[in-house]
């Protein structure tokens, strides 16, 4: 994305996060299908640094892990105590002693910065050749935020809100935390940081105030979006980000052809794809990796994880996770497809109709009010309203085969291990225990008799 990489990205994630009153760490908290971190680190690796280091310190087993899967080249070092995010600085580039060039810190709690303004960050900083640029932003509600003091264009220096003077509290202009520095004269400004503020911390935004008196450049670069800089510390906080973040995913997959019709009600992970031309309609989530193809239709009232859904499919009202429905398939309503269900071209899963691990060829069905679980089902099949796949034993799950051109009747149950031979049908109410060889008709009931006068015997006349 950038010809200029910088040679390190500093992502701060030792704070504690008290707010967010939690057993998990703040950065691993989620939105739109990822964890804070994630994003973060997704945004940071757009600039192809040479490292990404992560600061970890509450929580650091919990963040140490989800960081090796995010993203097995980043490294860790341990802040043990948070002295602030200065310290935290410098902890870090203790391990970067050769590091030289660019050095960008970002928090990781800022989860909705897009790539670009990072990209725009570095390339402003390297173009004027500065000691420190710093992100900016100009915000409604400025309370809380370290505030940017400027002589005309020039920054002199960051004010936290707790240090400040009523002057300095009415400038509505924050730094947002991101930083790109040069990495020499960060090393020596972090060197002369103090602890004496209101905090008692070593703030990062002092090396704004050095780097100035020192005679270096300094640059401020004011983000077009505020929105997108703002930083998650409770979980009221957490969900004004997600719905940020639930807005910008829907308007890109709706000016990519998706129609979305109630993009308040819709939200879908940032790692989903929607082939033009698809339908999402109110009520619905999709999770994790789901694939909508073109000409689908997939709500309402659906949730779908990790979930792939084929050409021209209808999936309605239903809960589906790990599933691959295949194109022109119908799905619902009040359908729950579970990891490992296979829908063939055209087959279809109706009303109350739980499937799990099982494959249900190409037009084949199971309209209503069943349970499919490891079994196969062949081409054009048809299974009865009612009918049970007892697949366990109370020990082990056991596989049920079904053919082509199948008819299994009403309210059946199938007791696996069995099979049923292609054109084989089956009685109403049978209880299969036995394989049905292909073309047979499976009986497994008992032959109803009447009882002529059975109730008058019983009962005495009607009446009396
Ligand atoms: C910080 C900035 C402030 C800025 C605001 C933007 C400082 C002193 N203040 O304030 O200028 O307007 O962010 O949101 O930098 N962290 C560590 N180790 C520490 C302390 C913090 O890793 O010892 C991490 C936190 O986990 C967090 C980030 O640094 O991800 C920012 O720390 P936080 O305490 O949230 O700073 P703010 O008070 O928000
Ligand atoms: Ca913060």
């Known amino acids: 994305m950038t010809d200029a990489r910088p040679a390190a990205v500093v992502v701060l994630a030792a704070g504690e996060g008290t707010r967010m009153k939690s057993a998990t760490a703040k950065v691993l908290h989620e ?26 310190g509450h929580g650091r087993d919990q963040v140490t892990a989800a960081l090796a899967e995010l993203d097995p080249q980043a490294t860790t070092v341990v802040q043990a105590e948070q002295n602030g995010t200065g310290h935290a600085v410098r902890i870090a580039l203790d391990g970067l002693d050769h590091v030289e060039g660019t050095v960008v810190v970002v928090p990781g709690d800022a ?165 033009p031309d698809a339908t999402v309609l109110p009520n619905t989530q999709l999770k994790g990796t789901t694939v909508v193809r073109r000409g689908a239709v997939v709500g309402p009232d659906s949730t779908l994880t990790s979930t792939e859904v084929g050409e021209g499919a209808t999936v309605r009202r239903t809960t589906a996770d790990g599933a691959v429905i295949g194109a022109e398939a119908t799905v619902g309503p009040y359908s729950y497809l579970r990891p490992g269900t296979r829908l063939g071209r055209g087959a279809k899963v109706g009303a109350y109709v739980e499937v799990k691990a099982s494959e249900i060829g190409d037009g084949s069905k199971v309209p209503h009010l069943a349970y499919v679980g490891d079994a196969t089902i062949g081409e054009r099949s048809n299974i009865g309203a009612g009918t049970i796949v007892v697949n366990y034993d109370g020990r082990a799950k056991h596989k049920t085969k079904i053919g082509d051109d199948v008819r299994v009747g009403s309210n059946n149950s199938l007791v696996a291990p069995v099979t049923i031979g292609d054109g084989g049908y089956t009685a109403a109410g049978s209880a299969i225990t036995n394989d049905v060889p292909p073309g047979a008709l499976g009986v497994g009931r008992a032959r109803q008799r009447n009882i002529e006068g059975w109730v008058e015997r019983k009962r005495g006349k009607q009446g009396t």
Not at 31 to 56: C, D, F, K, N, T
């Open 31 to 56: 939105l739109g299908g990822r964890s804070m971190l994630g994003h973060v680190v997704a945004a940071a690796r757009a600039l192809q640094p040479e490292h990404l280091v992560v600061v970890v």
């Open 111 to 275: 989860p909705l910065l897009t790539p670009a303004t990072l990209v725009a960050l570095v390339a402003q900083h390297e173009a004027a050749g500065a000691a420190t640029t710093l992100l900016t932003a100009r915000y409604p509600d400025p309370t809380g935020y370290g505030r940017v003091v400027r002589e005309g264009p020039d920054v002199l220096r960051v004010v936290e809100h707790k240090d400040a003077d009523d002057a300095v509290l009415r400038i509505d202009e924050i730094a947002t935390g991101h930083y790109a520095f040069a990495a020499g004269p960060l090393r020596e400004a972090l060197g002369k940081l103090s602890t004496d503020n209101a905090q008692g911390e070593e703030y990062l935004p002092d090396v704004v105030r050095l780097h100035k008196d020192a005679g270096l450049t300094v640059g401020g670069r004011v983000v077009e979006h505020w929105g997108e800089t703002v930083g998650v510390n409770d979980r009221i906080q957490l969900a004004v980000a997600a719905r940020v973040l639930r807005d910008r995913v829907n308007r890109a997959h709706m000016l990519a052809g998706v129609a979305i019709l109630d993009p308040e009600t819709t939200w879908i992970d940032v790692d989903v794809v929607i082939e």
